[in-house]
């Protein structure tokens, strides 16, 4: 016999009034102000399973200031409720610090960090640095450069936070030899003449920079194209 399937049933719903709204784990918001962000007041409907909570953690995720956004219902009184909003803060930004750098100065890499002091510091920061750096490194032939982007608590209290930049530079990339292949038109010589951003590292051009750049590379490919087009290939 084939047993007989049932739909679950969804528990039903209850309507109760929120009598209270409390806050906890703040050190920098202002619970005023993250109860308004929330969508929820006092004196409001509140149903029972449904998606208010979703929708309140959604607005206060929405700030990028929270780390961690937790809404729960902390007593029930009657047909009331009293709700929690407990929350765990982003680090503030402090300061940067930078380490392991020779080759590249300090101030260029601070350049890359666009935070002010006091703000929220959320991860996406971090690695938007991390990646900054590296093409900074990149950009002086450096593409062997390793970059740690970390946050450190400036005290116990662990509510600022230093960023820390940790770089291992490797050696420095340079171009030995520019090699074509697949040209019949144009000799290397033309080729080379199109180019403006690599060059070849010889002895006699003591003056001129080898280090490989990877913007210029991209750039200097463009010219050949475009040298080719100008002369009548398309």
Known sequence: AIPALYAQESPPQEVFKILGIAVEGNSFADPVAVIANSGLKVGDEFVLPGD????????LWSLGIFDDIGI???RKVGNGVYLLISLKELLRFER????????????DILKKVTLD??????????????????????????????????????????A?????????EGKEVQVAKILFEGNH??????????????????????WSSASFDRKKYDEDK??????YRNNGFR
């Open 52 to 59: 208010q909570i979703g929708q309140a953690v959604r607005k």
């Open 96 to 107: 940067v610090e930078v380490r392991g750098n020779d080759n590249v100065s300090t101030e």
């Open 160 to 168: 600022r936070a230093i960023v820390v930049i940790d770089v291992e």
């Open 117 to 158: 002091r006091g703000k929220a510091l959320p991860r996406a920061e971090l690695l938007k640095i991390k990646k900054d750096v590296t093409r900074l490194y990149e950009s002086e032939g450096y593409l062997l450069a390793q970059v740690r982007v970390t946050s450190e608590p400036v005290d116990t209290s662990a």
């Open 72 to 74: 729960t219902v902390d």
């Open 185 to 206: 038109a144009y000799d290397e010589g033309d080729l080379r003449g199109a180019m403006d951003g690599i060059s070849e590292k010889v002895w006699w051009k003591f």
């Open 222 to 227: 463009k010219r050949i194209v475009d040298f």
